[in-house]
């Protein structure tokens, strides 16, 4: 607890916003994805992420493209989506001059009253050690943040073989890191105190890196018991916590403390089969980690949640 405030604290102190130094982006209809320079979005492209810990996969797909306000954009189902909260759609375009990338704001994000307008969600070109307002993990209302701000540290790695640039990047108001790269796009994220998602194969413009055979059918055989990291975490003081059952059965939902005593059942009897969702009210309790355990039939996992009053 004490770590996280601190951390950002020192972040607070040791960046300032620098929103002028973003580059400005184009307003040509041309700037849309030609080059593959950050976060190739063409048709039938793909990425495959695979979270150990939680044994399971997830994927982002380029669905199909459009047109709005002389833009091209491109349609893609939401990192968001494997919170559990169902597919979420997003509109998203690059403009290659600035190596900037945008989503269309359908869900009204930023509140402007507009929704065929578009916010930043991150880009690769802005200076080191900075902080400026994006939108990548944003999702829309209950959910919906006021703004997200990040800060940066830019290297070189290589991914697949292939020399690339990479930037870490964390979401100070929704505690939330990930690692984009040019060439790929996102390569990791996760919550805070939560393991990564990390890519281990995609398919850019008809070209297969990494591991990519039989992953669909492994997302597929997945959809059963499934428990996703609640959202949004950390929390102050409710969270949403959601699962997935494949059939009737008898689940039990049970908060501990990170010493192991019981503090909440938020669930106990039978439920019938798809998603579902918990409200975790941390009201009166002290700021650290909790525990939720979840049990029905076979399967028992837990995640970590940290409350912070």
Known sequence: MIKIILFQFLLLITTTPVLSQIPEKGSSSQNDTL???????HLGNKWYYYNSDYNDWIKKEVLSDTVVNGLRYFKVNSFASYLGFGTIIEYERNDENTG???????????????TDDEVMTDSINVPDHTRYTSWRFVMEQPFAQDHSTFVKDKFQGVIFGQAV???????????????????????RFAPELAPYYSLKGCIIDGVHY?????????????????????????????????????????VKGTVFSSTGERVAVLQEGEMEPGSHSLNFNGKGLSSGVYIFRLEAGGYNKTIKMMLLQ
Do not use: C, M
């Not at 900037?100 to 507009?114: E, R």
């Not at 964390?170 to 790269?181: D, G, N």
């Not at 055989?221 to 975490?233: A, D, F, I, S, V």
């Open 35 to 41: 080059l593959p320079h950050y976060n190739p979005l």
């Open 165 to 187: 640039i990479l930037r870490d990047l964390f979401w100070v108001e929704v505690f939330l890191e990930a690692t984009i790269s040019d060439k790929f796009g996102v390569v």
């Open 100 to 114: 900037t990338n945008y989503k269309l704001d359908i869900h009204d994000l930023d509140k402007d009253g507009s």
């Open 210 to 250: 990494g591991n990519t055979t039989g992953i669909e059918d492994k997302i597929a055989e997945q959809k059963g018991y499934q428990l996703y990291p609640n959202y949004p975490n950390p929390f102050n003081p409710e969270t949403v916590i959601r699962f997935s059952i494949p059939e009737r059965v008898s």
